[in-house]
């Protein structure tokens, strides 16, 4: 089992910034990829980046490349998404999740989430 928890989120106004941390504990060792999610109100949760644990490949979502980067502090076992040039459609509940290397496509553990809200 791994156990993620989230923090940083917050209100910003538009064009701010925010950092998110996601601390994982437990069966770290066996973590494939780190990502981040999030769900706005009414809306599906959905992909906004990704960073293998090991190598440290990213991904991102198109709605959020040139603005936000993650990275990873293997030391910590911490994953952070430093987010700039905030919009209000940024508005939502950001998730951290991770996949093993077991089923390393399936994100299997979810953090709560922390809001983030972003003001026009």
């Known amino acids: 089992q791994v156990q993620l928890v989230e923090s940083g989120g917050g209100l910003v106004q538009a064009g701010g910034s925010l950092r998110l941390s996601c601390a994982a504990s437990?069966?770290?060792?066996?973590?494939?990829?780190l990502g981040w999610f999030r769900q706005a109100p009414g809306k599906e949760r959905e992909f906004v980046a990704a960073?293998?644990?090991?190598?440290?490949?990213?991904n991102y979502a198109d709605s959020v490349k040139g603005r936000f980067t993650i990275s990873r502090e293997n030391a910590k076992n911490t994953v952070n998404l430093q987010m700039n040039s905030l919009k209000p459609e940024d508005t939502a509940v950001y998730y951290c999740?991770?996949?093993?290397?077991?089923?390393?496509?399936?994100?299997?553990?979810w953090g709560q989430g922390t809001q983030v809200t972003v003001s026009s």
């Open positions: 437990g069966r770290t060792y066996n973590t494939y990829i």
């Open positions: 999740a991770a996949s093993s290397v077991v089923r390393p496509n399936v994100y299997d553990y």
């Open positions: 960073i293998t644990w090991s190598a440290g490949t990213t």
